[in-house]
């Protein structure tokens, strides 16, 4: 069974730093682009960031640099490194996986859901 598990979430303060991981079970990871969305109380699901099977990386310009993502193939992980992080960044965080070609541009299709994690930053 293909699964995506989300870790990693959890209170912070502003300015504080997370490191969310998307474990990835049942199928091979190389062959499929992750992409990071989140969702925040009242507004819709959004792409924030998109790592490719060549490792070429997209983000939303609203990050002003303060994510990275990265991913090991072997461990079957894919890490969103938060840092500065402002309460508008409080959302459930989901990692995605897809994969189409042009995965990381559009951010759809996307072929499998993690359930998502919390994240609140709040002093």
């Known amino acids: 069974q293909r699964r995506l598990v989300e870790l990693g979430g959890g209170l912070v303060q502003p300015g504080g730093s997370l490191r969310l991981s998307c474990e990835a079970s049942?199928?091979?990871?190389?062959?499929?682009?992750i992409a990071w969305f989140r969702q925040a109380p009242g507004k819709e699901r959004e792409p924030i960031s998109c790592?490719?099977?060549?490792?070429?990386?997209d983000y939303a310009a609203s990050l002003k640099g303060r994510f990275t993502i990265s991913r090991d193939n072997e461990k079957s992980v894919v890490y969103l490194e938060m840092k500065q992080l402002e309460p508008e960044d409080t959302a459930v965080y989901f990692c995605?996986?897809?994969?189409?070609?042009?995965?990381?541009?559009?951010?759809?299709?996307?072929?499998?859901w993690g359930q998502g994690t919390q994240v609140t930053v709040s002093s």
């Open positions: 995605a996986a897809g994969g189409g070609l042009y995965y990381c541009s559009s951010y759809r299709p996307t072929d499998l």
């Open positions: 049942g199928f091979i990871l190389d062959y499929y682009n």
């Open positions: 790592i490719s099977t060549d490792e070429t990386r």
